[in-house]
């Protein structure tokens, strides 16, 4: 068996080479550990995307990983370059930068000059002779590669079958001998197994966007493109050739081991240290935290985390996050930092978060940056939504473009758009794929479902689906096949050397965005090191409440600054009145509320982490509940559990208290507890936990406890998996929470206008959050010409209190320019007439007509009929021809006598506009039918008894299908009265799964349920009433 | 003025008889088939026999590279193939760079007595002056006929091309150019068995 | 005259919305039609009475059956229109007193709408828009569509002073307005005729366009409107009764001919030819044998025509004596359009080629339309999914494929292929025919086509056999390994 001759393969596409190679790079690597090759090339088309994956993987295997890329020049010449070390990484990296910025995202343009340029050096290059048919071409091609490489180029021969393998070796044999050019065999590996062919074929089909059968010869003929046996190379290539390709192995030493990450140094001043620099700012936040003098206590700790952040050299990464956090607040833009290592004390002192350590959050610093791994600490900052770019702008100039790029996202295949691309592939028109595609639509498992498929009109055992579906299925297979690269959303990578060299940088689609090749878990894998600039809708929001409150009362609220602990606060939220506030604000949420009453920002803290799926699937919902409320004593198995379950009366909630339990309990090592964290994260899919079962238990058995104790704990890890939420997550939203959650209780009018000011974000619509506003007692005024300016502001009513004028924002279409041309024209002189407005403000049609349709000209010409009336006969006059138009012949037109709008019409015409009406709920006008129906409204319900049969029907304001409620659908009906929400079983939603998908009004019949505070109606039947609304517009909002 | 009409007597549509002096020719794309070949190539009109020692040993290549020149000029005409006995295979029709869309296959039928509608549609083709070159596969074919369609391809200005079995060389035939074709190792080996002006002898084309 | 079926509309002007009161004249302007509302005592008699023909099914007729609706209309009046795609008006003032009234001529046009069995919605107004917003309007109020004539309902206005007051009601979109404008219209609350006609017309002309104004206008009969009259697109159609029974073909053709002859002049007179042309041979007791002849190429020559059919004939098998022929052209085609399709000026060499379709004709008239066919290169690795046939139709050559200067043109693929792969014989694990066969080369592996079912898996190798014949064979990937020849290099 030995005798068999050495092999390694030095071509090879992983499917990180999008719609081409049809393989994980981690099939390969076990498929060539296998087989016995010597080496592995992962020489992905211009792209290193995959090569993590496959180091990875082969970390610690019998097989050499080669890091390369195969390149293909705009003259035809097509190469394989290989590093050979480190430096020639980093060529290779530049030019593949090069190529990729140079194109659109996802191409790439590379010449003769680019190489020439670069020059490749410590590289070797495998020279891919196309084109049999010109000889001269060919020719040409070698002498040029020979002229620049001769002494590291090889001619790469790739035998495949083709009918003419021995033509082409002697061709390739002869330009050799002419140049003396040595040979080396090769294979163009596309996929692991020939098995992976069908999908090289259809993912071939979806890259050039053809039907499977129109491909034709952009289809390779065979399947010969994978790892083969040696035994079957040795019949094909002469043993020299094979082994060629282990001599050339052996001259690749580069290992990605080898990359070394450098903080950038420019933040430490001359004359300091970074740690020196760390340790001033550090006390200087102190004494702003703690301005009465640090707590002894804290002073410890603090001393504690600048030791360990000084050991592990992590002082750069605290600088620029610092850096970055102080650009903002000099921009006044809000921020707050969140992740492990944002909840510490230095933190804390350095402005990056508020979570105050004194008030109740155990900080968690230690166990997340420890000395025994070697993995990078995590912050992620959130700044408001609307003005994050200017951050991320700051910092592409800080460090350049060359140092700073943000991490890609490989966007996956998911059921929906494999669903999408297959059907093309096998000649679907769009509107059947679309139809097959809504087969899957809220049902995100694995499996399509044949009954779907037939009520959509497919036949589930026809020859197109059976092909169709098991490539879906290998397409969606975890751990996903890769479509394309995608920008991360905000985690940034940045380098103190030239980053091209490190990892290739290409363009995204957002312009002037550029991502690195790898993503947030490559990153991780090697170390690296990123800053995630996140943005958050809610942080927006709070800063426009409080500069509108601030504004109007004179006061200096801030963000952690308001009044702590407030018990009117905690009431309302125990009320689950929270539309709008931060994080608690969900269906579920809401439910959650009454029940556990929370009291303290601790509590809130736990509430954000208990409504999650992770807690819900490990069972801790009820346990918790039951423990808080019955206030018994709890009694620990150990006194190192008790530390760790404590303040989650001895339930675990967090996901930072699993693995503190492997550690306390089972003696896990930290590096070994995240291991599990990430297998936890996968095991649903890929399985892997079961190694960590055996340990677990067993080390909990070793230390004494009961086989009971241990497996509970170890069942709760697995209901877990990855949605467990961490608690330095928790903690930093918490503080959004209150803060929201006091405005929304004090300054309902200011908050509310904040909240529209920043839309598009949270869970509500505009008209839900304009109606619960006006149930506390806030006055909303109409949009209005002569009033509104772009954001909603507020207006002081005569008894002092703010009313809240809606802003032009809201109005549908109305552009910006022309909103920004009326306010500047109202300044000067006040609006005599529509016509008046549209010269002055010189508005075009559209402008008008959508201020027409908002029924913002109210003032000016009455109802809508008249406005549009108005409108339609302004002509629209040049910008400098606005002053000496003569309003006055227009004015002098007849005015026709116009039907008055009717309510509905109004109603219509508000919600189309605007998107919420200020007038009549909808289902106002509809009530007389409804009651005719026998529907009880929102508020009927609330005298119905627990386990009552009960009709209703509202507006699904929202419908949600928690990925892990085994099929249950949430829907939340709205009518004039209030709110209903509704449980559908997955057995009913099936049954009724058009009703329920498609409704704007539906109708339910069902069962009504009381428990704890809590009122939901189980449906049994579901209708859709939608045509009884008319034209009416409601959006619902549909979560998956 | 004469240039012009010179030019316009190269025109293959133009019937110049069978008095000319000098037939035009096409190059069959081998030069020492070329040199054996009254006028240095095939006729660019008129009856030729092909008769193969057996199906299959090459004697349609030897046209193969006629047939692509032809169907390339951007004035080509059809390139018809009457009866043929299996089909025609497109894709490496056009490898050899003959142009598919010229390609205008006629099945006779297969049970009709003695080749009858075969033979009429190779004469229908000829004549019609619709194709510049007509292939034709007929086992059996009579002198008077022969002379008949050699007759129908000037009319139409066509060269009709007749591939019949190896025996029918005993029989006499009205045709302007006759060549057996057999395999020689690596290529084939063409015999003039009858040309006008060109000489009676064997010429070996080898393969690649 | 009483109007048994016609049902008088049950439009009352009170029905129109909230009662339009004269604004002051000094603001008023000049209404579009500023009586509307006023009750009016006098009757006038209009100058022309028009029926509309609304095709109520749910997809529009297509071109063909509303020509074929217009040409049997004609024979009620000879003023008809289309208004396509699902309208036809006729002028019905001067043909009232032949068919029985307003009643009785639209129950003949609902009768003529029964038998081609279209539904229809029929109104009767003294304007053509009237009569045409009435019948599309005719669902809405309440009448559904006939289907037979007698079920026929009509809506009808045949006074003038009651036209106004009876189309207010109706909505805008009975006019087939741009969606746009029905849309600006609707945002000032108008969505009714009356509601537009209310409107101030300087106003209503600045905002939605003087072509809608001129609508409006043409609709309450303030300009006359003037509509193309529809003239039948015809066919040819003779038959000819035989003394004799006939038998023989030739005999058929010479009883045929001045047939044709006649068509050929038909033909000639209207610049016309035919793609399709159907010769019905009737016998005793049996169906007609019928004989159709598919063009590729329009033709109007009764002697091309006469030679084409003879060949058709020729090849006809005759179940019994023919007593009756008759000649059935298919649409007519204008020549000049449909020639281009076929020959590209330029493309070939002389007149000769002229005669090509033709000559295709001819082949396909006495081989059968199958016999004759073209070649066409599929992107395809599997051989026999490689190539299809198409229609014999002269294009430009694509680009010149593979290698011409070859000096010896053995591709890799032979040019000649079995329709179906046959299974040879083999011996020791080679292939056999006539004899052992002799490889050569190396083999080309092709497995594909697992997408429609026809997938291959196969190792092709150039086997030589005893005579010196290069065959194409390939041997199974799959067991049980068999071989098979699948092509000639000829």
């Given amino acids: 068996m030995r005798s068999e001759v050495p092999y390694a393969e030095l071509h090879c596409l992983t499917h990180f080479t999008f719609l081409r190679g049809a393989s994980h790079p981690h099939e390969l690597v076990g498929q060539a550990v296998e087989l016995g090759y010597e080496a592995l090339a992962i020489t992905d088309e211009c792209s290193v995307a995959g090569v993590v994956r496959a180091h990875v993987a082969a970390k610690g295997q019998q097989l050499k990983l080669i890091i390369g890329a195969e390149l293909h020049l705009t003259c035809g010449l097509k190469l394989v370059a290989l590093a050979t070390d480190r430096r020639g990484y980093g060529r290779l990296c530049r030019l593949i930068t090069r190529g990729r910025r140079a194109a659109a995202k996802g191409g790439y343009s590379l ?343 037939r009520e959509a009109g497919f036949d589930p055992d026809g020859p197109m689906l059976a092909r169709l579906l098991p490539l879906a299925h290998e397409l969606v297979a975890f751990p996903g096949f890769p479509r394309h690269l995608s920008q991360h959303v905000g985690g940034f990578v940045i380098s103190e050397g030239a980053l091209e060299e490190l990892v290739p940088i290409e363009n995204a689609t957002m312009k002037g965005r550029t991502v690195v090749q790898w993503d947030k878990d490559d990153l991780n894998d090697l170390g690296l090191l990123k800053v995630d600039l996140l943005a958050l809708g809610m942080l927006t929001a709070l800063r426009k409440s409080f500069d509108l409150v601030n504004a109007f009362r004179g006061t200096q609220h801030a963000l952690g600054g308001l009044p702590a602990e407030a018990p009117e606060v905690y009431e309302m939220i125990s009320r689950a009145d929270t539309i709008g506030v931060f994080q608690i604000e969900s269906r579920a949420q809401m439910a959650m509320l009454p029940r556990l009453q929370p009291r303290c920002y601790y509590d809130l803290v736990i509430e954000i982490a208990i409504v999650r799926p992770g807690p819900i699937q490990g069972d801790m919902v009820h346990p918790y509940l039951k423990r808080r409320q019955s206030g018994e004593p709890m009694s620990y198995p150990s006194t190192e559990v008790g530390a760790v379950l404590k303040r989650t009366l001895g339930v675990p909630i967090f996901q930072e208290q699993v693995m503190q339990l492997a550690i306390a309990a089972a003696g896990f090592t930290p590096g070994e507890a995240d291991a599990l964290r990430r297998a936890m994260g996968a095991w649903k899919r890929s399985g892997g936990i079961e190694h960590f079962r055996e340990k677990l238990i067993g080390g909990m058995k070793s230390r004494g406890y009961a086989d009971e104790f241990a497996e509970r704990l170890y069942q709760q890890m697995l209901g877990f998996g990855e949605y467990g939420f961490p608690e330095s997550h928790s903690a930093s939203f918490a503080l959004l929470a209150y803060d929201s959650a006091w405005l929304k209780c004090h300054e309902p009018a200011a908050f509310t206008a904040a909240l529209l000011n920043s839309q598009p974000m949270g869970f509500y619509a505009p008209a839900q959050l304009v109606r619960d506003a006006r149930t506390h007692g806030a006055e909303v005024r109409p949009v209005d010409v002569c009033m509104s300016v772009w954001d909603c502001t507020l207006e002081r009513r005569e008894d002092g209190h703010p009313a809240l004028r809606l802003g032009l924002r809201l109005v549908k279409s109305l552009s910006q320019s022309g909103a920004d041309r009326l306010i500047e024209a109202r300044l000067h002189q006040p609006f005599a007439s529509v016509q008046d407005l549209a010269a002055r403000a010189a508005l075009d049609r559209g402008d008008l007509e959508a201020l027409a349709a908002a029924g913002a000209f109210a003032a000016l010409s009455g109802n809508r009929h008249l406005a549009f009336w108005e409108v339609a006969g302004t002509e629209r006059p040049l910008p400098l021809e606005a002053a000496l138009v003569d309003t006055h012949e227009a004015a002098l037109e007849p005015t026709p006598l116009l039907r008055t709008p009717t309510e509905g019409e109004r109603i219509v015409a508000d919600y189309a506009s605007v998107g919420l009406t200020l007038g009549r709920h909808p289902l106002a006008l509809l009530r007389a039918s409804l009651q005719s129906k026998r529907l009880l409204s929102a508020r009927d319900l609330d005298g119905v008894a627990h386990g009552t049969p009960v009709r209703t029907a509202g507006i699904v304001l929202m419908r949600q299908r928690p990925g892990t409620a085994s099929g249950v659908t949430f829907l939340t009906l709205e009518d004039e009265t209030g709110q209903v929400n509704i449980i559908v079983w997955e057995r009913i939603g099936d049954e009724y799964r058009r009703a329920l998908v498609e409704s704007r009004l539906l109708e339910v019949h069902g069962e009504l349920q009381r428990q704890e505070g809590v009122t939901h109606v189980v449906a049994h039947r579901l209708f859709d009433r939608s045509p009884l609304l008319g034209q009416l517009i409601t959006r619902s909002r549909d979560f998956h | 003025m004469a240039r012009d009409l010179s030019r316009l007597l190269e025109h293959p549509a133009i019937w110049r008889g069978r008095s000319a002096a000098r037939t035009r020719t096409l190059s069959t794309g081998f030069p020492a088939l070329d040199e054996g070949l009254p006028g240095g190539g095939w006729p660019h009109t008129g009856l030729i026999e092909i008769l193969p020692s057996c199906f299959g040993v090459g004697e349609l290549s030897l046209l193969l590279p006629a047939l692509a020149a032809m169907t390339r000029r951007p004035e080509a005409r059809w390139c018809a193939w009457v009866a043929p006995p299996l089909q025609p295979f497109a894709p490496a029709l056009a490898e050899c760079g003959v142009a598919p869309e010229r390609i205008l296959v006629v099945n006779a039928r297969r049970k009709d007595a003695k080749g009858k509608s075969a033979l009429w549609a190779f004469e229908q083709m000829l004549r019609s002056g619709a194709c510049d070159i007509a292939l034709a596969w007929l086992r059996n074919a009579l002198p008077r006929q022969i002379r008949r369609l050699h007759l129908a391809a000037e009319q139409g200005a066509t060269l009709g091309v007749l591939f019949r079995p190896r025996e029918t060389a005993r029989e006499s035939s009205p045709a302007a150019l006759r060549i057996a074709v057999e395999p020689a190792a690596p290529g084939v080996r063409v015999t003039l068995l009858k040309s006008r002006g060109g000489a009676r002898s064997a010429i070996e084309l080898p393969a690649r | 005259m009483r109007h048994r079926r016609a049902l008088e509309l049950p439009l009352e002007d009170s029905a129109a919305a909230p009662a339009p009161r004269q604004a002051p004249a000094s603001r008023s302007g000049d209404l579009l039609h500023p009586i509307v509302g006023r009750a009016d005592a006098a009757t006038i008699a209009p100058a022309e009475l028009w029926l509309a023909v609304h095709l109520a099914s749910p997809s529009p007729p297509a071109q063909q059956n509303l020509e074929r609706l217009g040409a049997r209309a004609q024979r009620l009046t000879p003023r008809v229109s289309l208004d396509p795609p699902d309208s036809l008006l006729l002028e019905i003032k001067g043909s009232l007193h032949l068919f029985g009234g307003v009643a009785g001529l639209s129950r003949e046009m609902a009768g003529e709408c029964s038998r081609l069995q279209m539904p229809c919605m029929l109104a009767v107004a003294p304007t053509p828009l009237a009569a045409l917003a009435l019948a599309r309007a005719g669902r809405k109020l309440g009448v559904s569509p006939s289907r037979t004539a007698d079920s026929a309902a009509v809506l009808t206005i045949t006074d003038l002073a009651q036209l106004v007051g009876k189309l207010s009601p109706l909505p805008l979109a009975a006019l087939r307005w741009p969606q746009d404008t029905l849309n600006r219209l609707a945002r000032i609350g108008v969505r009714t005729i009356g509601e537009a006609l209310r409107l101030p017309r300087a106003g209503f002309a600045r905002r939605f366009g003087t072509v809608q104004l001129q609508t409006l206008d043409r609709l309450i009969g303030r300009v006359s409107d003037l509509k193309d009259r529809f003239e039948v697109r015809p066919r040819f159609r003779r038959r000819r009764e035989l003394i004799y029974e006939l038998e023989s073909h030739a005999a058929l053709l010479a009883v045929l001919t001045p047939l044709l002859a006649q068509l050929g002049e038909f033909l000639q007179a209207r610049q016309c030819g035919v793609l399709t042309l159907e010769c019905r041979l009737r016998h005793r007791g049996i169906p007609p044998t019928r004989c159709v002849l598919r063009l590729a190429a329009p033709l109007a020559d009764a002697v091309q025509l006469a030679t084409l059919l003879g060949e058709r004939l020729n090849a006809l098998v005759l179940p019994q004596p023919v007593r009756a022929c008759e000649l059935r052209s298919g649409p007519l085609v204008s020549r000049i359009l449909a020639s281009g399709e076929l020959w590209q000026p330029g493309e070939h060499g002389g007149g000769a080629a002229a005669q090509a379709p033709e000559l295709i004709e001819r082949l396909r008239a006495r081989l059968g339309p199958e016999a004759v066919y073209g070649l066409r290169v599929i992107e395809d690795h599997r051989p026999e999914a490689a190539w299809q046939v198409r229609e014999p139709v002269m294009t430009l050559p694509a680009a010149a494929r593979g290698s011409q200067n070859d000096p010896w043109p053995f591709g890799h693929r032979p040019p000649w292929l079995l329709p179906v792969p046959r299974q040879l014989n083999e011996r020791d694990g080679l292939p056999r025919r006539r004899g052992a066969l002799r490889l050569l080369g190396e083999a080309e592996r092709i497995e594909t086509g697992w997408w429609d079912g026809h997938e291959i898996a196969r190792d092709y190798y150039t086997a030589v056999d005893a005579r010196g014949a290069r065959l194409w064979v390939f041997r199974e990937r799959e067991l049980p390994h068999r071989w098979f020849l699948h092509g000639v290099f000829g």
Avoid at chain 1, 155 to 180: K, M
Avoid at chain 1, 253 to 277: A, D, Q
Avoid at chain 1, 360 to 380: H, W, Y
Wanted: hydrophobic share 35%.
């Fill in chain 1, 111 to 453: 010449t003769r000059a680019d190489l020439e340029e670069n020059g490749l050096e410590h590289c070797l290059i495998l020279w891919l002779p196309q084109d049999p048919s010109s000889e001269e071409a060919r020719l040409e091609e070698a002498r040029w590669l020979d002229e620049r490489f001769s002494d590291k180029l090889w001619i790469a021969v790739e035998l495949l079958r083709g009918g003419t393998d021995r033509e082409h070796l002697q061709a390739l044999q002869r330009i050799g001998r002419e140049r003396q050019l040595p040979l080396v065999a090769s294979g163009d590996v596309h996929m692991h197994v020939r098995a992976r062919r069908r999908l090289q074929d259809a993912v071939t089909a979806i890259r050039h966007n053809v039907p499977i059968w129109e491909a034709g010869s952009k289809l390779y003929p065979n399947g010969e493109r994978y790892l083969r046996e040696r035994a079957r190379l040795a019949k094909l290539y002469p043993r020299e050739l094979l082994e060629e390709t282990v001599a050339i192995a052996r001259r690749c030493t580069f290992s990605l081991e080898e990359l070394r990450y450098e903080y950038p140094h420019e933040l430490v001043p001359p004359g300091e240290t970074p740690t020196s620099h760390l340790r001033k700012l550090t006390e200087a936040g102190a004494r702003w935290r703690w301005p009465q003098g640090v707590p002894d206590g804290e002073r410890a700790a603090i001393e504690h985390e600048l030791a360990l952040i000084a050991d592990l050299r992590y002082e750069p990464y605290f600088l620029t996050v610092h850096d970055i956090v102080a650009f903002a607040r000099s921009k006044k833009i809000l921020c707050q930092g969140r992740g492990s290592a944002a909840n510490s004390r230095v933190c804390y002192c350095l402005g990056v978060t508020s979570v105050d350590p004194l008030r109740g959050a155990s900080l968690l610093f230690e166990r997340f940056i420890s000395r025994e791994r070697n993995e990078p600490p995590d912050i992620d900052i959130d700044f408001e939504h609307e003005r994050r770019e200017e951050v991320i702008q700051y910092v592409y100039e800080k460090y350049g473009r060359e140092r700073a790029a943000i991490a890609a996202t490989v966007i996956m295949y998911r059921p929906r758009s494999a669903l999408r691309d297959l059907g093309k592939v096998f000649g679907l028109d769009p509107e059947e794929c679309a139809r097959l595609t809504k087969v899957i639509q809220w049902w995100d498992g694995g499996e399509v479902m044949r009954e779907r498929l």
